[in-house]
């Protein structure tokens, strides 16, 4: 099993809609929780961090469910410029075993 | 400003060659990792250092090789070992708040193909 799971996509839904990704995670240390986003052949930028209480950023909303080792992203009112694949990246461990694993990420295209 | 730069931009590999891709922080930051990506797929961790004169291997290491001599520094050798080195090379740091409060920094990227 991969450490770090997402659904690959694509995803391609009309401009205005909304859409959620989903993204599990396999080791219950891991400590933090992120959603990049990466357009094509660029290095990946950060969207958002993800805390246990949830958070948001405009039109981007992030969970955390350390239960079910699950985290989300939703975007609401999408843009064509919301247009990217987006990364689930995971922190695990501690002083030298730290690690950051990034899921395969989910192709998001907005069509007008 | 500071940030990380990756060097070259492009490269070119001959069958049986070694080549080194460069990457330099001045961030001051510890932990420094390479990653992979190759077309339609994430980013896959190759080597990870933690401080200056140690590394682990991520989860593809055979065929790369890593140094941390310096605290700036991690340079990556794609050795003749890695049968299937075209790919895109990532290089980044993180900074070092944690609580989720850590950050990635990333280089612009290394794209390897073989002549």
């Known amino acids: 099993r991969k450490e770090v799971e997402q659904d690959p996509g694509p995803f391609n839904v009309p401009e205005g809609a909304t859409v959620a990704f989903n993204c599990t995670y396999s080791n219950s240390a891991s400590q933090s929780f992120f959603w990049y986003r990466q357009d094509c052949r660029k290095e990946p930028k950060l969207l958002m961090s993800v805390y246990s209480s949830g958070n948001e950023d405009g039109r981007f909303t992030a969970q955390l469910n350390r239960a079910s080792q699950y985290i989300s992203l939703l975007i609401r009112d999408s843009k064509l410029s919301d247009s990217a694949t987006y990364l689930c990246?995971?922190?695990?461990?501690?002083?030298?075993?730290?690690?950051?694993?990034f899921g395969s990420g989910t192709r998001l295209s907005i069509r007008p | 400003d500071g940030g990380i730069t990756q060097s070259p931009k492009y490269l070119f590999r001959k069958e049986g060659q070694n080549v080194t891709l460069s990457c330099e922080q001045n961030l001051n930051h510890d932990a420094m990792y390479w990653y992979r990506q190759d077309p339609g797929q994430g980013l896959r961790l190759i080597y990870y250092?933690?401080?200056?004169?140690?590394?682990q291997k991520g989860d593809i290491a055979e065929g790369y090789s890593v140094s941390r001599e310096k605290k700036e520094s991690f340079p990556l050798t794609v050795t003749s070992a890695q049968k299937n080195p075209t790919a895109f090379y990532l290089c980044a740091s993180i900074s070092e708040a944690g609580q989720g409060r850590e950050k990635l920094f990333f280089g612009s990227g290394t794209q390897l193909s073989v002549l």
């Open positions: 990246v995971v922190h695990t461990g501690y002083s030298s075993a730290s690690k950051i694993i």
């Open positions: 250092s933690q401080i200056v004169n140690d590394f």
